[in-house]
């Protein structure tokens, strides 16, 4: 009796078009004897789109499929890390580490609903993108497989590329241009070849948004954006649909070279790396929302709300997007952005973004209250009164440390005088 051909594995791939997915088509084909599906999420990576598809298809995927997320990511992801003034070790707007449980969760529900029985990714085994692919489809499908090709095959770039001509694949890298970027609204980033090396500048070929800087205009620009309840919706007063806020917003800002990162950072896998983005868009309105916050909230929200927006960040950066911990924060978070209505004015120059002005009717700032010239409404005679029980506490435990000191220091006086010496007949 024939025995029935077993079915062939199905996998879906996590496609950006860039070297690590372009190479991971074959060999997973090769490897795993499987079929593949290749998936691109469209998160704004406008320049890593083009042809994608089709060099997915040449490169041997079986079917190739663009899924439109854009404004799922910057409502859903981007907004709500703005509302937490989301900065990873204070400098880092989390643009990459956003959009990865998101096109995690639609590779996820993709894999599912053809049936697949297995997802792939082109992260290494050095990365954060593995973790944050990793964890959240163990969460959200366990049932999948995960497959990571460039983990598993231990390939350098200069490996993959040689690997890519071998099979005469369709490839957008060459060794003379080794960087490996990563694009979306919120941010690029950039990484490889000698920006590997901390002790050397980035060189200008490697930016895209913020242009070179002799193009920064030389005069100062000012813009004001709109925010209702933490959220921006309006630029210069003209209200604008979510993304193509951000999108605008990196053009203003980029044009003046705001945005430029340029650090050492702690990779959840435990070592530093060196890395480069560019987040124009991101850095001036958080920078803005932060100034409308200070504006509107009260000191002790303020200062603990700091603390909660560190913790989502290293959530977002560690890979935790869908754990309870970060859907409380958020819940939290939101909870405090009722007030957080109002106008802020940058002024972007020469690579530096800040708030120059703000206003909004729900403002705790009274000038009748902090005004040094007439029409002050400040008691100031109570003042007195409230230094002295403010600073009570301190007054009394000093009295306390210098009567101790000084009983200590008559003790230690009394032990150490001269003993009387004893002498014998």
């Keep these: 009796m024939t025995q029935p051909t077993p079915t062939k594995s199905h996998v879906v791939l996590a496609y950006s078009g860039g070297l690590d997915t372009s190479v991971a088509i074959p060999w997973i084909a090769e490897k795993h004897d499987a079929a593949v599906t290749a998936l691109t999420v469209d ?5 890593e789109l083009t042809g994608a598809l089709d060099r997915a298809r ?55 609903a053809l049936g697949a029985d297995a997802v792939a990714h082109g992260c290494t085994g050095k990365g954060n993108d593995q973790v944050r692919f990793d964890v959240a489809v163990h969460t959200l499908a366990p049932e999948l497989r995960v497959i990571a090709p460039v983990r598993e095959w231990n390939m350098n770039r200069e490996d993959e590329i040689a690997y890519a001509h071998a099979h005469h694949l369709k490839i957008r890298v060459t060794p003379e241009s080794p960087y490996s970027v990563d694009e979306n609204l919120w941010g690029r980033s950039i990484e490889g070849g000698r920006l590997e090396d901390a002790n050397v500048a980035a060189p200008e070929v490697v930016f895209d948004w913020t242009g070179h800087p002799e193009s920064w205009p030389a005069e100062p620009e000012t813009l004001v954006v709109t925010f209702e309840r933490g959220i921006p919706v309006a630029v210069d007063g003209v209200r604008l649909d979510p993304v193509e806020l951000v999108r605008t917003m990196n053009r203003r800002a980029g044009q003046h070279g705001v945005g430029r990162i340029d650090h050492v950072e702690d990779r959840v896998v435990g070592i530093k790396s060196r890395e480069t983005y560019e987040c124009p868009g991101a850095v001036a309105l958080v920078t803005a929302h932060q100034a409308l916050e200070a504006l509107v909230l009260p000191r002790d929200l303020l200062q603990f709300k700091s603390s909660v927006d560190r913790r989502f960040s290293d959530l977002v950066y560690e890979g935790l997007w869908f754990s309870p911990l970060r859907e409380a924060l958020t819940a939290f978070v939101r909870s405090t952005q009722e007030v957080v209505t109002g106008d802020v004015t940058l002024r972007l120059h020469k690579g530096s973004c800040r708030a120059v002005a703000r206003r909004s009717e729900y403002s705790l700032l009274s000038h009748e209250l902090a005004t040094y010239g007439t029409g002050s409404r400040f008691p100031q005679e109570l003042a007195v009164g409230f230094i002295h029980l403010y600073g009570l506490p301190n007054q009394l435990a000093h009295a306390r440390v210098a009567a101790a000191r000084a009983a200590h220091a008559a003790a230690a006086s009394s032990t150490d005088a001269p003993r009387p010496v004893l002498r014998t007949a």
Excluded at 43 to 47: I, L, M, N, T, Y
Excluded at 67 to 91: H, M, R, W
Excluded at 105 to 111: D, I, R, S
């Design 43 to 47: 998160v704004g990576q406008q320049g």
């Design 58 to 112: 040449e490169n041997g995927a079986r079917d190739a499929r663009l899924i439109d997320a854009k404004s799922t990511f910057v409502e859903e992801y981007c907004f709500p890390a703005l509302q937490a003034n989301a900065l990873y070790e204070g400098i880092y707007p989390l643009s990459t580490a956003l959009a990865r449980p998101l096109i995690a969760k639609t590779l996820a529900e993709t894999a599912m």
